[in-house]
């Protein structure tokens, strides 16, 4: 029976309105009491706004004048939202050949447009893991059609609902949906949030045609001119915040905790029609704000207490947060603590990116992101293969230094281009199939007699450790995710003990260099974020850099340092000359106790995001696709509570010298593009 009933209202919308009194009320005709198609796809909106007021109420902590302010660019967003929705429903009507077919064939292309416009960055990563079973390419191609139809079969669903009860029911299933797209990752996957959003706008929308409305009114004449002065007034007032922000921290508040759903589909079209030409800024040095391809290699440190056949062993800690060296989980961490106050400690580095794929490959070439070439290989998978910059380990091969890898992920291989250069490559395959990383255990049970076979010849380590990772399984089984983090980091800081005690029984200790770093921090709801990779704020961004030495005191630095200085210092301990197209500097004269300037900029990516770090403490975040910026002074709001971005004058000073040296150094090739990773 309701198949039949549901048979009949497709029909019936295949023709049309049926009724054609609601629309034809700007025309002079007496209106019933019911929504029409076009109407009730503008009140479909209003649950979404609803639910996404509700939250932003609860979740903003916010003065009183930048709360309003957010409040109203909610309410413009979906205002716009419902604008578009009667402009796409009255233009079908008036131009749309009849029949149902023809309206699902016209949704199903706009949803399918709107699609390949913003789903690829979201589904990226999720097709290149599926590459042992389907081509990427193709899991891409059909995760986009299948998220793009979705709002398609949404809109048939309430069709069928088009009647009192399921009506009710309808509009419920809208409102939780909404609910949900507010509480699950509301900073992230922001394409598919708004295809969640549009699912349950036309959910609603479609089962609201026909619903009785005692108190809708409408006037019963009204002149053709005088319609379209409403219409231009809401659809200007609907554009105006679609083009325009809200206040820094409101904005901030509204991306992070909110879902600014319009934003992501005109993200494009804003960075084109608003982003600026970069001006001059008193900021900019000369050295580092050219391009440096051919710049002349920079010579080692000369010095008499440097090993002459070190073995500098590097170990990269997944996920390791930079606050947790800093003393206050000394108890819980004495091994990293213990190689602390022996090392020479960087205790502001930072990653140049907040993914590991990203920030390995930017400290192995020395380069940033937006420097290098990424494609896809035959197995359609986007990597760094094909970057032909050396990377330090294949310097150092040349050199006669014996180069090893020992990797606990698959990925992080020669071929792959992440990493290149190794003589020698291990990866410690953990027995259990459903973990994706290989803890320390494992990996330290065939790494450390591997260092004991060290030779009398200059060697390089590398190995990169994974226990510290979502979903925090390896240790404690309950408690807090940062309990559940730390107790994982725990793990790795056991190792470390092994690796120590390896160095001492062995003799090695008089020539080893041991090296204790991270690929990026970790989120735990700081900026309303969890894990890595989606934001560039300091959790995720700072990391621990400890250069523990043979017969050296340790000591503290707290010059700006990055991850791009490992590759040069690596080079200077094996007295080899660092080419000039590296962005680093060498950390060597901090080790054998100088105190230089280090003059090179601090930048790191993600996301087709940038940042920078300016040595007087002020860190500005760049967001390429909507050309937004967040300004933050370090030395006085160290968590980054406070954007000071509306301080254009000062704002103009930092974004200046930030696009200046990434308009330098970005790769030009063919129409090539830094692409969005996750």
């Known amino acids: 029976m309701v198949l039949r009933s549901a048979t009949g209202s497709m029909k019936h919308l295949g023709q049309g309105e049926g009724s054609s009194e609601p629309e034809a009320a700007s025309l002079g005709k007496i209106a019933d009491k019911s929504l029409s198609r076009t109407e009730a796809a503008v009140v479909g ?3 979404a706004l609803l639910v996404s007021s509700a939250f932003l109420v609860a979740r903003a902590d916010l003065p009183a004048t930048e709360r309003f302010s957010l409040h109203l660019f909610d309410l413009g967003q979906y205002l716009a939202f419902a604008y578009f929705s009667y402009l796409a429903c009255a233009l079908w009507k008036w131009r749309g050949p009849p029949g149902l077919g023809w309206s699902l064939l016209a949704l199903a ?8 416009l913003t789903l690829p960055p979201d589904l990226a990563n999720f097709s290149e893991r599926q590459a042992d079973v389907l081509h990427p390419d193709l899991v891409l191609v059909l995760g986009i059609t299948l998220v793009a139809t979705a709002p398609v079969a949404a809109w048939l669903l309430g069709h069928v609902c088009a009647r009192p009860l399921l009506r009710s029911i309808a509009i ?24 969640v959003a549009l699912c349950a706008a036309l959910l609603a929308g479609a089962a609201l045609r026909g619903a009785q409305l005692p108190w809708l009114k409408r006037p019963r004449r009204i002149s053709l001119g005088a319609s379209w002065i409403p219409q231009l007034l809401v659809a200007a007032i609907a554009m105006t915040f679609v083009v325009l922000s809200p206040p820094p921290r409101a904005r901030i508040v509204w991306e992070q905790q909110g879902l600014p759903l319009l934003r992501v589909a005109l993200a494009p079209i804003r960075a084109s029609l608003f982003s600026r030409v970069p001006g001059m800024s008193p900021l900019i040095a000369d050295e580092w704000w050219a391009d440096r391809a051919r ?5 080692p440190t000369r010095s008499v207490e440097l090993p002459q056949a070190p073995v500098v062993i ?52 020395g380069k940033y992101f ?13 990597l760094p293969a094909a970057d032909e910059t050396q990377r330090f380990p294949e310097l150092l091969r040349k050199a006669g230094v014996r180069t090893v890898n020992y990797r606990t992920i698959n990925w992080l291989r020669s071929p792959n281009g992440h990493v290149r250069g190794f003589q020698e490559e291990r990866y410690v395959k953990y027995p259990r199939k459903k973990n994706y990383y290989t803890p320390s255990k494992p990996l330290m049970a065939e790494f450390l007699p591997r260092i004991l076979r060290t030779t009398e010849a200059p060697h390089l380590f590398f190995t990169h450790l994974s226990d510290a990772h979502a979903p925090y399984t390896l240790g404690k089984k309950k408690g807090t995710e940062f309990e559940r983090y730390l107790s994982e980091v725990q ?26 770093t991270s690929d990026h921090g970790e989120a735990f709801g700081e900026h309303g974020s969890r894990t890595h990779g989606t934001t560039l704020y300091e959790e995720e961004l700072r990391v621990p850099l400890l250069i523990r030495m043979p017969k050296r005191q340790g000591r503290t630095v707290a010059q700006l340092t990055t991850l791009l200085d490992i590759g040069p210092t690596v080079l200077d301990l094996f007295h080899q000359e660092t080419p000039g197209y590296f962005m680093g500097q060498s950390l060597v004269p901090f080790l054998i106790g100088r105190s230089p300037t280090l003059t090179r900029p601090v930048a790191a990516e993600a996301r087709l995001k940038q940042a920078m770090i300016f040595p007087d403490g002020m860190k500005l975040i760049y967001d390429t696709r909507t050309d937004s910026s967040e300004l933050y002074d370090l030395r006085r709001d160290p968590n980054e509570r406070h954007d000071i971005s509306d301080d254009r004058e000062k704002l103009s000073k930092y974004l200046e010298a930030h696009k200046a040296f990434f308009a330098i150094h970005t790769l030009r090739r063919n129409g090539y593009k830094p692409p969005f990773i996750r």
Do not use: C
């Not at 937006?370 to 986007?382: C, E, H, N, P, V």
């Open 45 to 47: 909106w209003a649950p």
């Open 109 to 116: 292309l706009l949803m399918n447009g709107l699609g390949w």
């Open 370 to 382: 937006s420097q290098q070439y990424w494609s896809k290989d035959d197995r359609g998978l986007l």
């Open 295 to 299: 710049s002349p290699s920079i010579p």
């Open 314 to 365: 590097i170990i990269s800690i997944d996920a390791l947060r930079a606050d947790l060296i800093e003393g206050d989980y000394d108890a819980d961490l004495p091994n990293l603590a213990r190689i602390r106050d022996e090392a020479i400690w960087f205790r502001n580095a930072y990653a140049p990116g907040t993914l590991t794929k990203v920030s390995i490959a930017s400290t192995f070439m």
């Open 172 to 195: 419920a299933v809208s409102a939780a949906v909404h609910v949900g797209n507010q509480l699950l990752l509301p900073g992230d996957y922001k394409a598919i949030h708004l295809f």
């Open 491 to 516: 793990l790795v800081d056991d190792h470390l003990a092994q690796v120590l005690q390896t160095l001492r029984e062995s003799g090695l200790e008089k020539r080893a260099i041991l090296v204790i």
